[in-house]
């Protein structure tokens, strides 16, 4: 006997909301035929029949996570894939003695799949030459010089919401210069009108932008990791290789939320992981379709290696995978709520240009303000949560009782991500 997932860890595990509204209607039992569900080797499976004469073929191997479909879908992990998770996160799968002869095939051949992806990732790559860096930062470095001058220009003549197609020019004046990370905050640079205090928001985005184009013509001579985290957010790459040889961090990582940001193109995921000993947040970040040989579920674990990326502090890659994920049955480490000001600071300290930093508070009390919106008491102070659609029902959980909540900060508030009710952890 295995636990069931729950609808939320399912929803969690998709690339997108419209995943998720196609599984729901695949995932009623007469639409699944050999469907079955065993513990060992943790796996579903089931045949769904679409609209050719042939049933999609779907298998799930909890251990993972990991999945495979005889569908055409590009997309990792498919409606079918979420719909027979969904189906038996009802209870509506029968246990299987073992799994199907296609389950079972399937299985046999991971192992070899996994080896052959680590032999890849392993085989030495041919660093860029001297010759192909120069080039580079001279690019970069002249689109760091237009900008200046644009930004400059804008100052000089007036406060003013600058034109959208100004925006998309200069952004794509900046990707030619191979500055997709300042490209992509003049993009963001958004004036609301109507709101009396847009013109210092615009100004701040501005000074934010000219502060970090200075960095970079002195990245060189700034103080410890500094002129790494400028280099990150004018856009030069970092490679995986380069962050898989930093030294791992082994601990036993809770999954503790998924966030997919759809306002990007492409779509940007961020997976939050917490260390159970070390206490340390860290996030798994992928843009575009979730496809990597290992996804994770909120509210499992993981005893993993986490490499973290030398120029982000928050962020790491996943390394070996010494066991399989399992459900939490502990609630997640956590700081006390009143830290959460000094955590903040700490984030903008290393990182100034910082646009959210994962945090997990324990004894906080989310509470409606004078206002009418919703805040966190950090005793004898508060500071605001940013609403969205789930607020209310992160308010529900907690029950006007101090609770455990996961989320961002950001310099607009706290982010909610997820609440630890105290048995297991609730997401959206």
Known sequence: ???????????????????????????????WDRAGVCAEPAVVFGECQGSGKT????????????????????????????????????????????????AGAWLDK??????RSVQRAAAPRRPPSPAT???????????????????EDQVARGVAAPARDEIRRTAARLVDAQAPGLAARVRDIHVVTRDPAWPGTL???????????????????????????????????????????????RDVWDVLAIHTDETRRPAVHRTHLRGRTCGRSLVLVEVGPRTAGVQLAPGTSIDADLHPHPADRDRAVLGTVHRPAAPIDEPPHADPAHALTQLWTAAVTADPWIERHPVVLSGADLRRDSDGGWVVDLGGDAVAVVESSTTAAYAAVAGGRPATLVGDCTPHGLEL???????RLVTP
Do not use: F
Not at 12 to 30: E, G, I, K, N
Not at 110 to 115: I, L, M, Q, Y
């Open 1 to 31: 006997m295995i636990t069931p997932w729950t609808a939320e860890q399912v929803a969690a595990v998709a690339t997108d909301a419209a995943s998720v509204a196609a599984a729901r209607r695949l995932a009623a039992p007469q639409t």
């Open 55 to 102: 049933p999609y073929v779907t298998v799930v191997d909890l251990a993972g996570p990991a999945w495979t479909c005889t569908c055409p879908s590009r997309k990792l992990p498919c409606k079918h894939a979420l719909a027979l998770l969904l189906l038996w996160s009802a209870g509506s799968v029968p246990d299987a003695p073992e799994p199907s002869p296609a």
């Open 110 to 115: 991971r192992p070899a799949r996994a080896e």
């Open 133 to 151: 860096v120069a080039r580079r930062t001279e690019r970069i470095t002249g689109g760091v010089d237009d900008l200046t001058a644009w930004l």
């Open 203 to 249: 100004l701040e985005s501005y000074g934010l932008l000219h502060i970090v184009a200075d960095a970079y013509r002195r990245a060189d001579t700034l103080p410890g990791d500094l002129g790494a985290v400028v280099r990150r957010h004018v856009g030069e790459p970092t490679r995986t290789d380069d962050v898989l040889a930093q030294p791992p961090l």
């Open 417 to 423: 991500r997820s609440i630890w009710d105290g048995r």
